[in-house]
C-alpha cells in the first residue's frame, strides 16, 4: 500500500484512491493541485471543525455559523473559514493534513488493507471534499506514522490494556513535543481510571488514537500512570455498547481490529453491531471474512454458520450459496450438501419461471400496443 502511495505521488497519475480497511472506508482524490480527501464513509472520527475547535483555532460560535454556510453553499469548509478571517491558510493546511494522514497511516498499517484506484482527470462532481494539499507531504507523513506506529505498540501493546493515574494531585508532566493542548490533554487524563481501556479512551474522548497513544507513552515514561490489567476484548465492546452506544462500540471494535486483524471473536462482534445499526454492506463483508478466518482453522461449522448469517442480508446472492454447498460437502456433510444444492436449484427454478411470466406478460404489452398502432 505505502509502495503504491509513492508510485501515484512520483508519477503523478491523477485520480480516486478507495480504500477499505477494517471497518474503514475512504476516497482520497490525487491530482494536479493535490491530494484531497472526498470521503471517509460512514465512519465516525474528528471532523475538520471540530480539529480546529480542539486545536484552539477557532472558537465554537464561529464554526457553527461556517457550517451554516457551508450547507447553503456546499463550499469547503477550510474555503469558508480562510475567506472569513477565521484562520490561516497555515491552519487549513495543518488540519486537513492530519485528517487525510489519519486516513492514510490506519490503512497503510493494516494488512489487510484492499485498494482500488480509478483514473480522472478531476475530483468527481457528487461532493466538494477538501481543498488540495501537497501530496508528497502526505506520503512523507504516512511513512512517518507508521514508524511511530511501531514505536508506540512496544510501548502500548494493547488497546485492551487499563492504566491509572498514580497520583492525581501531581501535575501533568510537559507535553510540549506532543503537540497537544493542556485541556485536551487534561480531558483524555481524565478519563485514565483504572477501569477503563485505552481503547475506551480512544473512543470517548473524541481524539483519534494516534494522538491518545502518543500521550499514553509519554505519561507512562514519565511514570505519571501505572498498568493495572489487561480487560477482555469482548467485555469492554459488549460494555460500551450497554452503557454508551452502538456507534462507539462499533468504532471500538474497528479500534481492537487495527490493532490485531485476525482477532475473529472481534470481527464477529463487528459484524453483529454493523447489522444492529442496519450497515448491512459492513456486516456482510465481515461475516464472510470472519468465516474465511473459520475455513483457514478447519473450523468448517463455524464457517458455514457465518456464511449463512451473511446469507440472510443478501439471500439473492447465489455464489454464496453454492460456496456454502462446497464447504458442506468437503467437511463430509454430503446430506446437508445435498439439501442446500436442492434447494438452490428450486429457488433459480422459481426465478427462472418469475421471469418467464414477466417476458410474456412485456411480450404481450408490445403486441398489444402493435395492433393499436396498425
Not at 484492499?114 to 512523507?140: N, Q
Not at 485536551?184 to 494522538?211: H, P, W, Y
Not at 493495572?228 to 471500538?252: D, F, P
Not at 459492513?282 to 458455514?304: H, M, P, S, T
Request: hydrophobic fraction near 40%; include cysteine.
Amino acid at each position: 500500500m505505502f509502495d503504491f502511495l509513492q508510485f501515484l505521488n512520483v508519477s503523478g497519475r491523477q485520480g480516486v484512491l478507495s480504500i477499505v480497511a477494517g471497518g474503514r472506508r475512504a476516497q482520497i482524490f490525487f491530482g494536479k493541485e493535490g491530494v484531497r480527501l472526498l470521503s471517509t464513509g460512514r465512519r465516525r472520527r474528528p471532523l475538520f471543525g471540530e480539529l480546529l475547535v480542539r486545536w484552539g483555532r477557532i472558537e465554537e460560535g464561529a464554526l457553527k455559523e461556517a457550517l451554516e454556510e457551508q450547507r447553503r453553499t456546499q463550499k469547503p469548509l477550510g474555503e469558508i473559514l480562510a475567506f472569513g478571517k477565521h484562520i490561516s491558510k497555515d491552519d487549513v493546511e495543518d488540519c486537513l493534513r492530519a485528517q487525510v494522514a489519519e486516513e492514510i497511516c490506519d490503512s497503510v498499517t493494516d494488512e489487510n488493507a484492499e485498494f482500488e484506484f480509478f483514473s480522472l482527470d478531476k475530483p468527481p462532481s457528487d461532493g466538494y471534499g477538501t481543498l488540495p494539499i501537497d501530496g508528497c507531504g502526505i506520503v512523507l507523513e504516512a511513512a512517518r506514522r507508521v514508524d511511530e506506529w511501531q514505536h508506540l505498540r512496544k510501548q502500548i501493546s494493547s488497546f485492551a490494556e487499563v492504566y491509572k493515574v498514580r497520583d492525581r494531585k501531581e501535575p501533568l508532566p510537559e507535553l510540549k513535543e506532543l503537540d497537544i493542548s493542556d485541556a485536551v490533554a487534561q480531558g483524555i487524563v481524565f478519563l485514565i481510571d483504572g477501569f477503563r481501556t485505552v481503547n475506551e479512551v480512544i473512543v470517548e474522548s473524541g481524539v483519534t488514537k494516534l494522538e491518545v497513544c502518543r500521550l499514553f507513552a509519554a505519561l507512562k515514561s514519565a511514570q505519571f500512570i501505572v498498568f493495572v490489567e489487561r480487560a477482555n476484548k469482548i467485555s469492554v465492546i459488549e460494555n460500551i455498547e450497554k452503557h454508551g452506544s452502538v456507534e462507539l462500540a462499533i468504532r471500538c471494535a474497528e479500534n481492537f481490529l487495527f490493532e490485531d486483524p485476525l482477532d475473529v471473536a472481534v470481527r464477529e462482534q463487528l459484524a453483529r453491531l454493523y447489522l444492529v445499526q442496519h450497515y448491512n454492506e459492513d456486516a456482510y463483508r465481515e461475516f464472510l471474512v470472519a468465516a474465511e478466518q473459520y475455513l483457514k482453522a478447519q473450523n468448517f461449522g463455524r464457517a458455514v454458520e457465518l456464511m449463512r448469517k451473511a446469507g440472510q442480508i443478501y439471500p439473492d446472492r447465489i455464489g454464496l450459496r453454492l460456496k456454502i454447498s462446497e464447504i458442506l460437502l468437503k467437511a463430509g456433510n454430503t446430506r446437508e450438501a445435498v439439501d442446500e444444492g436442492l434447494s438452490l436449484i428450486g429457488e433459480a427454478i422459481k426465478r427462472l419461471q418469475d421471469s418467464k411470466e414477466k417476458l410474456s406478460r412485456i411480450a404481450g404489452t408490445i403486441g398489444d400496443l402493435a395492433l393499436s398502432r396498425s
